[in-house]
């Protein structure tokens, strides 16, 4: 079935340096891939996506890439601050059907100030 | 809440209750999904629906069921079927079309007592 891999399952980075997360895909349909936050005890929230079509994707501090021959994207966040602490969970689906998200296993990222 | 409504936050089993977990949303979305999340496991697809009146079970349906006879409320029930119940469950709902992501509700989280 499909599966999405993500490491690491813990990062811990020192405020200002940079945080990359990797995920990997194995339904080579796959065609939309969002990236969620989830504070504690909170829903997760969408901070950025990206389609197939693409290679790369920035929203200030928060970029996305693509590698599609790979099967393979990551997070990448700059300049990192307190407020960025938080599980992130990569996920991916096909645009036909009933367009479900599979998720990555999550990764707890912890700034250290 | 964002248009999708979670109740209630905060839920305890005893030992073969059935128990019902709500999902309402007003954003006129098609698609809704029940997601069920353990630490370190990423979000687990229960149960999703497309359309009104139609359901079909994701990846650990064993010991849930749902019903979906409103286009704005998608219920889910898990019995004493389901052994170890004890989770952070996330609701989401979907609109039509490739260009859209899950709006999450704020989850309830169950826990057996």
Same mark, same amino acid.
């Given at each position: 079935?499909?599966? %999405?891999?993500?490491?690491?399952?813990? *990062?811990?980075?020192?405020? =200002?340096?940079?945080?990359?997360?990797? !995920?990997?895909?194995?339904?080579? #349909?796959?065609?939309? $891939?969002?990236?969620?936050?989830?504070?504690?005890?909170?829903?997760?929230?969408?901070?950025?996506?990206?389609?197939?079509? %693409?290679?790369?994707?920035?929203?200030?501090?928060?970029?996305?890439? &693509?590698?599609?021959?790979?099967?393979?994207?990551?997070?990448?966040?700059?300049?990192?601050?307190?407020?960025?602490?938080?599980?992130?969970? !990569?996920? #991916?689906?096909?645009?036909?059907?009933?367009?479900? *998200?599979?998720?990555?296993? =999550?990764?707890?990222?912890?700034?250290?100030? | 809440?964002?248009?999708?409504?979670?109740?209630?936050?905060? &839920? $305890?089993?005893?030992?073969?209750?059935?128990?019902?977990?709500? !999902?309402?949303?007003?954003?006129?979305?098609?698609?809704?999904?029940?997601?069920?999340?353990?630490? =370190?496991?990423? &979000?687990?697809?229960?149960?999703?629906?497309?359309?009104?009146?139609?359901?079909?079970?994701?990846?650990?349906?064993?010991?849930?069921?749902?019903?979906?006879?409103?286009?704005?409320?998608?219920? *889910?029930? %898990?019995?004493?079927?389901?052994?170890?119940?004890?989770?952070?469950? *996330?609701?989401?709902?979907?609109?039509?079309?490739?260009?859209?992501?899950?709006?999450?509700?704020?989850?309830?989280?169950?826990?057996?007592?």
């Amino acid at each position: 079935g499909e599966n %999405v891999e993500q490491h690491p399952s813990t *990062l811990s980075v020192q405020e =200002g340096d940079s945080a990359v997360i990797k !995920c990997t895909y194995s339904d080579s #349909a796959s065609n939309y $891939f969002p990236w969620y936050k989830q504070e504690l005890g909170k829903r997760p929230q969408l901070i950025i996506d990206i389609r197939s079509n %693409v290679g790369e994707k920035k929203d200030q501090r928060i970029a996305v890439t &693509l590698n599609k021959t790979a099967k393979h994207f990551s997070l990448h966040i700059t300049e990192t601050q307190p407020e960025d602490s938080a599980v992130y969970f !990569c996920a #991916a689906r096909r645009d036909q059907g009933a367009q479900k *998200l599979v998720f990555g296993q =999550g990764t707890r990222l912890t700034i250290n100030p | 809440d964002g248009g999708i409504t979670q109740s209630p936050k905060y &839920l $305890f089993r005893k030992e073969g209750q059935n128990v019902t977990l709500s !999902c309402e949303q007003n954003l006129n979305h098609d698609a809704m999904y029940w997601y069920r999340q353990d630490p =370190g496991q990423g &979000l687990r697809l229960i149960y999703y629906s497309q359309i009104v009146n139609d359901f079909q079970k994701g990846d650990i349906a064993e010991g849930y069921s749902v019903s979906r006879e409103k286009k704005e409320s998608f219920p *889910l029930t %898990v019995t004493s079927a389901q052994k170890n119940p004890t989770a952070f469950y *996330l609701c989401a709902s979907k609109d039509r079309g490739p260009n859209y992501g899950y709006t999450f509700g704020s989850g309830t989280r169950l826990t057996v007592v």
